[in-house]
């Protein structure tokens, strides 16, 4: 199994980012694929899902409104489009895949995954959000 993301980078606030994740060794369209980040100090937060076929999204509660992630099936791939983004959005972004093709850890619209519920994880994109 590989999660290869990419398109971190260095952006001003209130700038945008898109972030990719290709996958492979896995039915990708049988499994919820999401996003973690882990800034500089903190522990690891999740920050999105989305399920495997129907691809119903969920958002924590920080990123909610700013922060949408999608997936192309056909190519394997997740996406997460960073928009207005913060100073405290300076992380490590990883792309993570769970076995279970619908989203668990959701309340209502928000997502609060927990680490040991992910199967595969990703190395991780570096993104820092500085004027």
């Known amino acids: 199994v590989q999660l290869q993301a990419s398109g971190g980078g260095l952006v001003q606030p209130g700038g945008s980012l898109r972030l990719s994740c290709a996958a492979s060794g896995f039915t990708f369209d049988s499994y919820s694929m999401g996003w973690f980040r882990q800034a500089p100090g903190k522990g690891r937060e999740a920050v999105s899902c989305?399920?495997?076929?129907?691809?119903?999204?969920y958002y924590a509660d920080s990123v909610k409104g700013r922060f949408t992630i999608s997936r192309d099936n056909a190519k394997n791939t997740v996406y997460l489009r960073l928009n207005i983004l913060k100073p405290e959005d300076t992380a490590v972004y990883y792309c993570?895949?769970?076995?279970?093709?619908?989203?668990?850890?959701?309340?209502?619209?928000?997502?609060?995954?927990?680490?040991?519920?992910?199967?595969?994880w990703g190395k991780g994109t570096l993104v820092t959000v500085s004027s």
């Open positions: 993570v895949a769970d076995s279970n093709p619908v989203c668990v850890d959701t309340y209502g619209s928000t997502y609060r995954g927990r680490e040991n519920a992910i199967d595969y």
């Open positions: 989305i399920s495997g076929r129907d691809q119903v999204t």
